[in-house]
């Protein structure tokens, strides 16, 4: 039966320790979908830390910057997906936007999340879904920055609203706001 779990907080709060944990409690196949880009030495070596700390776990890694909808849907036999991040994926979504010198609008962000979600709820296994809590600090300074908050803020909320379960890292602490 499918099932859809949302992971939220601060950087560094826990969030991707207790999504392979909730992950390596499930079934094989695990497949690790990242979206995040490898543009820097600094990224490189945090890539290559968390294949390490997932590689007894039996996961498989996926990279996918911006069609995480269509890896769902291919993997839809996996006993579970973690995608990390949703943050970095509509990141991504807004580059790729940028670079070919138009606007990303909620309306194209409402579409993604929804191709995403039918298709998490068409799989057979679990679906989580790891992302930042980016309200809770101050407004940024500039229009971009505070567009991308809008627009993790309205997928955050668009997942915890369709999700089975919803869990707030905090220091390392899970507050379950939604079983």
Not at 116 to 144: D, S, Y
């Amino acid at each position: 039966m499918p099932e859809i779990i949302l992971i939220t907080g601060g950087a560094r709060s826990g969030k991707s320790a207790l999504a392979q944990q909730l992950g390596e409690a499930r079934p094989t196949p695990r497949i690790y979908l990242a979206t995040c880009p490898v543009l820097d030495d600094e990224l490189r070596e945090r890539i290559r830390r968390h294949r390490e700390a997932r590689g007894a776990g039996q996961w498989q890694t996926i990279e996918e910057t911006l069609d995480v909808a269509g890896v769902l849907r291919r993997e839809n036999t996996a006993g579970v997906i973690l995608v990390e991040c949703l943050t970095l994926w509509i990141n991504n979504l807004l580059h790729q936007a940028q670079s070919e010198a138009r606007t990303f609008t909620e309306a194209e962000l409402d579409r993604a999340i929804m191709s995403v979600l039918e298709e998490a709820r068409r799989r057979v296994g679990t679906t989580i879904l790891v992302t930042n809590e980016v309200g809770f600090g101050i407004i940024p300074e500039n229009p971009l920055a505070r567009r991308y908050g809008d627009l993790v803020g309205r997928c955050n909320q668009r997942v915890a609203r369709d999700a089975d379960q919803v869990v707030l890292m905090v220091c390392g602490l899970p507050v379950y706001l939604k079983r």
